[in-house]
């Protein structure tokens, strides 16, 4: 049996490097990609031929035709996940001093390249694949000073909720982490010490519930999947 195909975005770091360790550990073949190349080689020499890693950042549509090219070529997918992500100016800015051409960037990644790689890898994705596009509590509560990178999630979101109704056939998700120990908390919190925070391999296991379980097509949080937790 041929093993499953994953894409995952953002995967040289935090939640989407936790995910692809945890799913070739499971048998899975995963197809990987960062912006930061050197990170990436070190992920595939862990990982081992398991893992593809095509270094190259999301919003710039050579990579994705590059990726395009890539997932075609490795055939069926089992699963995308947009990890992905920009969190705009650190310190986080509020939004009437917003850096109008910070915030393009942050759409661009958070918004307008899950949807261009959905675009080229839906069609590729095999009966009853799964779609999962990373989000944030900041998409639906109205932090002050979160406005830039909260907004370009609830606009992911609602892109979710849309593709999920337009493709009742197939699993598409909204997943909401929680706050992790990650190099994006930190740099939105740069003078706050995020030690407390649980690592993003602690949130992989409700990720896998969430794909095991195939509930109907919305936003989830870890919490709904936790361990111990009735479905």
Known sequence: MARPTALITGASAGLGLALARALVQRGWRVI???????????????????????????TDPAHRALLAETVS?????????NNASRLGPSPLARLDDY???????V???????PLAILQFALPLLAAG?????????????????????????????????????????????AFDPGDMR??????????????????PDTVVPALLRLLHEK???ARYSAADFAVGRAS
């Open 107 to 113: 759409y661009r990644t958070n918004v307008l390249a």
């Open 215 to 217: 509930p109907k097509n």
């Open 73 to 81: 070529g490795a055939g069926e997918l089992a699963l995308i996940v």
């Open 129 to 173: 694949g799964s779609v999962v596009n990373i989000s944030s509590d900041a998409a639906i509560e109205p932090y002050p000073e979160w406005g830039g990178y909260g907004s370009s999630k609830a606009a992911l979101e609602q892109l979710t909720a849309i593709l999920g109704a337009e493709h009742p056939e197939l699993s598409i998700y």
């Open 99 to 105: 850096p109008l051409d910070e915030l393009e960037l």
């Open 32 to 58: 990987g990609t960062g912006r930061r190349a050197e990170r990436l080689t070190r992920v595939s020499e862990e990982l081992g031929a398991a893992f593809i890693a095509i270094p190259g950042d999301v």
């Open 182 to 199: 990650t190099e994006m908390q930190q740099a939105a919190f740069p003078r706050d010490d995020i030690s407390d925070r649980p690592e």
